[in-house]
T-cell receptor, first 116, second 111 residues
Framework: DTEVTQTPKHLVMGMTNKKSLKCEQH?????MYWYKQKAKKPPELMFV???????INESVPSRFSPECPNSSLLNLHLHALQPEDSALYLC???????????????FGPGTRLTVL | AQSVTQLGSHVSVSEGALVLLRCNYS??????LFWYVQYPNQGLQLLLK??????LVKGINGFEAEFKKSETSFHLTKPSAHMSDAAEYFC?????????FGAGTRLTVKP
């Protein structure tokens, strides 16, 4: 099973709302990722968790707050977003290969976020 | 830092024609290289992966890619395009803790 699930599929929120995106995998992967993807662009890395610890934060604004409650779950908490934050948010997971880096990333279907 | 460059943001072929999508990598050490496909409003799906076990890598949906160290290339090919192959294709390389994507190539298939 190489499935990564994400909920919700679509989300519309106002600039004062608080919402959360959820991601789940049951492949035993110990690295999980959040990406932001704008139309006609490649995914941009936001956060990386390795063994449930935040290992990379690509200078993402604090209105995005990641959380990794356990090795299977990854959340992205959203607060006071701006219209330019509207995008497809992708979650991915992979094995960690130690010094060899990370293995194949498996992606979820994404959450289409619209900020009004 | 390792990176990949995709040549051509848009490729258009006729149904049944050869598909060739180009990717060059920048690394002194043979990296892990990937091709992903993305259909509209969907996540990225792994097409194939190079890990140095074999230079010709076969993937899903009839796609394959050849690793050429002398050219630092990892081009994606398919002998005969289908309408269902129309999508965005991303070449990628793994770093220490992340994956670096090329800018993407949009494949259009004409009937």
């Amino acid at each position: 099973d190489t499935e990564v699930t994400q909920t919700p599929k679509h989300l519309v929120m106002g600039m004062t709302n608080k919402k959360s995106l959820k991601c789940e995998q049951h492949m035993g992967h110990r690295a999980m990722y959040w990406y932001k993807q704008k139309a006609k662009k490649p995914p941009e890395l936001m956060f990386v968790y390795s063994y449930e610890k935040l290992s990379i934060n690509e200078s993402v604004p604090s209105r995005f707050s990641p959380e990794c409650p356990n090795s299977s779950l990854l959340n992205l908490h959203l607060h006071a977003l701006q219209p330019e934050d509207s995008a497809l948010y992708l979650c991915a997971s992979s094995q960690v290969l130690g010094k060899a880096g990370v293995d194949t990333q498996y992606f979820g279907p994404g959450t289409r976020l619209t900020v009004l | 830092a390792q990176s990949v460059t995709q040549l051509g943001s848009h490729v258009s072929v006729s149904e049944g024609a050869l598909v060739l999508l180009r990717c060059n990598y920048s690394s002194s050490v043979p990296p892990y290289l990937f091709w992903y496909v993305q259909y509209p409003n969907q996540g990225l799906q792994l097409l194939l992966k190079y890990t140095s076990a074999a230079t010709l890598v076969k993937g899903i949906n009839g796609f394959e890619a050849e690793f050429k160290k002398s050219e630092t290339s990892f081009h994606l090919t398919k002998p005969s395009a289908h309408m269902s192959d129309a999508a965005e294709y991303f070449c990628a390389v793994t770093g220490d803790n992340d994956m670096r994507f090329g800018a993407g190539t949009r494949l259009t298939v004409k009937p």
